[in-house]
Nanobody, 126 residues
Framework: QVQLVESGGGLVQAGDSLRLSCAAS????????MGWFRQAPGKEREFVAG????????LFGDPVKGRFTISRDNAKNTVYLQMNSLKPEDTAVYYC???????????????????WGQGTQVTVSS
C-alpha cells in the first residue's frame, strides 16, 4: 500500500524559511513525477511545485517562483520543498502527491496525481 507522509510544517513569521519533506513507502517513485500542492481555506487546491525524474527541470507555480525550490532523494524515496521568504499568503495545508505514470512530464492539476499525503499545515504570520 502506497503511503506519502509529509512533515516539516509549522508556524513561522514572514520572511522565514521552512523545509517540507515527503517520504514515500509501499512503492518506489524514482521514475515518477512528484508534486507539491497547497490549499488555503475556501480556495481550490493549487499547484506549488513539481519534479520529474532526476535531472529534469522542476516546475513552479507563479506565486512561489524564485522563493521555493524542490528536490528529491531517490535513495530515501523522499521529496523536499524548500520554502524561503515566506509570506502570509503562503499559509495553507501543503500536500505531497505522486503521479503513477513513469514520465518526464510534470502535470499541474490535482486530478493528474494518483497518490496523496495527509497534508501538513504551514502558517505564516505577518
Amino acid at each position: 500500500q502506497v503511503q506519502l507522509v509529509e512533515s516539516g510544517g509549522g508556524l513561522v513569521q514572514a520572511g522565514d524559511s521552512l523545509r517540507l519533506s515527503c517520504a514515500a513507502s509501499g512503492g518506489t517513485f524514482s521514475r515518477n513525477p512528484m508534486g507539491w500542492f497547497r490549499q488555503a481555506p475556501g480556495k481550490e487546491r493549487e499547484f506549488v511545485a513539481g519534479i520529474a525524474r532526476s535531472g529534469g527541470t522542476p516546475l513552479f507555480g507563479d506565486p512561489v517562483k524564485g522563493r521555493f525550490t524542490i528536490s528529491r532523494d531517490n535513495a530515501k524515496n523522499t521529496v523536499y520543498l524548500q520554502m524561503n521568504s515566506l509570506k502570509p499568503e503562503d499559509t495553507a495545508v501543503y500536500y505531497c502527491a505522486a503521479d503513477a505514470r513513469i514520465s518526464y512530464i510534470i502535470r499541474t492539476t490535482p486530478q493528474a496525481y494518483d497518490y496523496w499525503g495527509q497534508g501538513t499545515q504551514v502558517t505564516v504570520s505577518s
